[in-house]
């Protein structure tokens, strides 16, 4: 098989670069490894070298495919020595300038046919080609770190690349065993865009005294299967690098509501508790691992109350099934007795203005988040109001663990903490989609693969009904006021009639 590009010259010796030129190397094409410091890239080929001779010692790799991979990968002493290069990735700091002015080097030391990339995560690729002679022959190349890891590669087309670029990048990335996806110029493109929903909303939450980072993490983890709470992602990737994409997105779309930052993090990166790297983030860390309170124990409760869910619950039927596996002794009337615990389960809405809308007791009303079905979940979510009282909520939460399921209790909230963030992640995607930033497949393998989610956000948005997710969105703008969960036109449209989140227009 002809590689299509045979000889391919990385700038930026670091990680990222490092990544690139070893999974280039393996698919076969020369690879010229620069940087500005001359040490780095002999520890860089060096590194590259050690990976390969460990997997030959772990017997995933012969002897003979080593040697020829090594002797696909070099070090070039100048930039010169780039000049016979047919695709050059620059993977250097993330500065417009800096890049602006290696690429016009660049231009005018290559053949006319020479493929250019830039491998940024946060800048405009169009901004960066503007002062290119050959505009039509640069494109977003980002791939994801650790790179023989992180299997997506993001192709990315500016304003005048042209189809032929990008196709051919395309090949190169499947030849290099990386899943391609094709993404508009916009910011953050597919990945760091999609995930926007994810931590911000999260920390939206803990601002608002709902739960703390600890119980958010189990509850998205429990309830969704994410592998990582976000507070635990944000000490992963560290906030000096997160909280500035969060406002360069948030910027760079005119601070649009869907992507504000939260003074939380711009105030835990001021003060430099940026997370695991520093031994201090959301979690405080001892070599190396996190230090994790325990969870409130289960109280201790007697004799429970009778309980009366509401009509309008939500799942109502499968929490009443729920409810008398459980042995709870339930009531039936149209109304609760004075003595009942009064169970709501709403998608969107607050405790709080259920128990005022149905003319309940708040005092004895709890809130259980039903969004997604219970015997998939490791976890069930309850919610009190201001007004609960402690044996009520006791009770509750008593009963709910009986089969030794896990049960957080938490403040009054719209949308709980799963059906905020998730329907925040939906109408996110969605809304790509309608921006056309990508195609809704691409979409989800991106995320999937990108961002390590159990399922894309178009698949997760199916799964648990669009006019679910609408609901939850609709009821959110109800209780907080905020445009940031206007539902999506593509969202609105396609839960109106029923139609697949992934589904395109002919």
């Avoid at 946060?122 to 503007?130: D, E, H, K, N, R």
């Avoid at 189809?163 to 190169?172: A, D, I, K, P």
Wanted: aromatic content about 8%; proline content about 6%.
């Amino acid at each position: 098989m002809n590689v299509e590009f045979d000889q391919v010259a990385v700038i930026g010796a670091g990680a990222m670069g490092r990544g690139i030129a070893q999974i280039a190397a393996q698919a076969g094409s020369k690879v010229w490894l620069y940087d500005t410091q001359a040490d780095a890239t002999q520890k860089a080929q060096d590194a590259v070298f050690q990976v390969w001779d460990t997997l030959a010692t772990k017997g995933r790799l012969d002897a003979e495919t080593v040697a020829v991979y090594k002797s696909n990968l070099h070090i070039a002493a100048q930039l010169q020595d780039l000049a016979s290069c047919t695709l050059v990735v620059e993977a250097i700091v993330e500065r417009l300038d800096i890049k602006k002015n290696l690429f016009i080097d660049l231009e005018n030391l290559l053949p006319e046919t020479a493929v250019l990339v830039t491998n940024t995560s946060s800048l405009s690729v169009t901004a960066i080609a503007a002062a290119l002679k050959r505009p039509a022959q640069f494109a977003g190349f980002h791939f994801f770190n650790p790179v023989p890891l992180m299997k997506v590669v993001e192709v990315i087309a500016g304003l005048k690349t042209s189809q032929e670029v990008c196709v051919r990048l395309t090949n190169f990335t499947q030849q290099m065993g990386h899943t391609p996806v094709q993404a508009k110029d916009t910011p953050g493109f597919i990945v760091n865009h999609a995930g926007r929903g994810y931590g911000t909303e999260a920390l939206r939450i803990v601002s608002e005294g709902v739960a703390d980072f600890a119980t958010i993490d189990r509850i998205l983890k429990d309830q969704v299967g994410f592998k990582l709470g976000p507070f635990e992602l944000f000490d992963l990737t560290a906030l000096d690098v997160s909280h500035p994409v969060m406002e360069s997105i948030y910027n760079q779309y005119y601070q649009e509501p869907r992507y504000r930052p939260s003074v939380i993090t711009a105030q835990r990166l001021a003060g430099g508790v940026v997370g695991k790297k520093v031994g201090e983030g959301f979690y405080n860390y001892v070599d190396g691992k996190a230090v994790v309170a325990p969870e409130p124990a289960v109280p201790d409760v007697k004799e429970f109350p009778p309980v009366w869910v509401s009509p309008r619950a939500s799942r109502r039927m499968e929490l009443l099934q729920l409810l008398k596996d459980l042995g709870a002794h339930i009531e039936t009337g149209p109304s609760p007795s004075p003595q009942a615990l009064t169970l709501v389960a709403p998608l969107g809405f607050d405790v709080t203005t259920v128990a005022v809308v149905e003319r309940l007791d708040p005092a004895r009303t709890i809130g259980i988040d039903m969004l997604f079905d219970d015997a998939a979940t490791k976890r069930r979510v309850l919610a009190t109001n201001p007004a609960t009282r402690s044996d009520m909520r006791d009770a509750a939460h008593a009963l709910f663990a009986k089969d030794g399921k896990a049960v957080s209790v938490i403040r009054d909230s719209g949308g709980f903490v799963t059906q905020r963030v998730v329907a925040n992640i939906v109408n996110i995607a969605t809304d790509m989609c309608q921006q056309g930033v990508c195609t809704p497949k691409d979409l989800d393998v991106a995320v999937t693969l990108g961002l390590g989610y159990p399922v894309g956000p178009l698949a997760l948005g199916n799964l648990l009904g669009p006019t679910n997710v609408l609901e939850v969105l609709f009821n959110l703008q109800t209780v907080y006021g905020d445009p940031r969960y206007r539902p999506s036109p593509w969202l609105r449209r396609r839960g109106a009639i029923g139609l697949s989140l992934l589904q395109t227009e002919d």
